[in-house]
């Protein structure tokens, strides 16, 4: 997949999820890679070096303490919507040669769907009312978050949180599972879907993501918000495409030392310069009126896109170490061992299985 290119409106459904609703409900955001490097302005704000390496799109004003002001500033953003400074980031990925050496995998790009999924809370509510009676808000300025653990190294199909992290391989079998793909793909495309439903107070939290909550009825992608966090949001999910086609086995590991993919996570600072229009682009630019249509909210300039200009590039520096982008290191950076088992021998819990 192109992710450079704009997508017109697009719906992931499933047919066993009574709670992803019609077509209509989610545009896209497409963006080129920013900057690979081991920083994280959440996680390890103020700091020049994180635990480990990340892709990075979005807002050009990355850095150690990057702001959300920062990044609403950014000169430019690697999306393909002027409105959007966000930026997006989770762990990259190696892989372990023969001779034990990690080889930076290529990041090919990303999607990052914003979808009408959740409702607010209401008591004796059971299910959401059709995305024609429904929008979730867009996001409060300033908002921050985290979805994932990157400690993970085992499933727990139970655990909403980690049914969010799943994985898509691509060509020349399609299979999507909750640990990294057990079988050759020509891309693996790693997918986090971030918690919809807010407490209405705080844009961050000690953990950064007390504030946020999935949905007490329904699953992980959509559904109705709990009383502690009533307020339902735009949901995220990013895509982010790693090219595997040169890889015969299964031997990956991500930056912070997961074999499993279960670590896998994602991390966002909200930089979109208009709220307003974010908030009603779901009524504009999705089902019969596209991201391209003169109506869509989104539509900034010639047709809400960032083009392809020079000054998207990282504003500061990365810092000066080697994480592998001119070949193979003889470690992970910041030294993180590998953990956990590499999948081999069957698929892990699908991402919509029956009996969930």
């Not at 002027?82 to 990259?92: E, G, K, R």
């Not at 908002?143 to 085992?154: A, E, V, Y």
């Not at 939290?205 to 909550?213: I, R, T």
């Not at 991201?291 to 504003?315: F, K, M, R, Y």
Request: glycine share 8%; with cysteine; aromatic share 10%.
């Amino acid at each position: 997949m192109d992710w450079s290119k704009p997508h017109v409106a697009a719906v992931l459904l499933s047919a066993s999820s009574s709670y992803a609703q019609d077509i209509g409900d989610t545009f896209t955001v497409n963006c080129r890679p920013l900057t690979t490097q081991r920083r994280d302005p959440i996680i390890s704000f103020g700091k020049d070096t994180s635990d480990h390496v990340h892709a990075v799109i979005g807002g050009t004003a990355f850095k150690g303490d990057t702001t959300n002001e920062d990044a609403l500033n950014s000169n430019a953003t690697t999306c393909d919507k002027i409105l959007d400074h966000s930026i997006y980031w989770v762990p990259t990925l190696y892989h372990i040669n023969n001779d034990g050496r990690y080889e930076l995998v290529k990041f090919t790009g990303s999607a990052v769907y914003y979808q009408n999924r959740a409702c607010d809370y209401q008591k004796g509510r059971t299910r959401c009312p059709s995305i024609k009676e429904n929008f979730a808000k867009a996001f409060p300025k300033g908002l921050r978050m985290i979805s994932g653990n990157k400690d993970l190294r085992m499933f727990n199909k139970s655990d909403i949180t980690q049914r969010a992290i799943n994985h898509h391989c691509l060509g020349p079998i399609d299979q999507e599972t909750n640990s990294l793909p057990v079988v050759h793909c020509d891309t693996i495309r790693s997918q986090v879907t971030f918690p919809p439903c807010w407490d209405g107070v705080n844009i961050d939290s000690a953990d950064h993501k007390s504030h946020m909550a999935f949905p007490a009825i329904g699953d992980y992608n959509g559904g109705v918000c709990p009383e502690s966090h009533p307020i339902a949001l735009i949901q995220l999910f990013y895509e982010f495409g790693f090219d595997t086609r040169k890889y015969t086995d299964r031997n990956f590991v991500f930056a912070q030392g997961d074999k499993t993919g279960y670590g896998f996570h994602g991390d966002f600072i909200n930089g979109w310069t208009d709220l307003e229009r974010l908030g009603n682009a779901h009524r504009t630019c999705t089902g019969p009126q596209r991201v391209d249509a003169p109506t869509c909210s989104l539509n900034v300039g010639a047709d809400g896109s960032a083009g392809h200009a020079s000054n998207q590039i990282p504003e500061y520096p990365a810092p000066a170490e080697d994480i592998g982008l001119n070949g193979p290191l003889s470690a992970l950076p910041n030294d993180k061992i590998p953990t956990g088992e590499t999948p081999l021998a069957k698929l892990s819990s699908r991402v919509f299985p029956s009996d969930y």
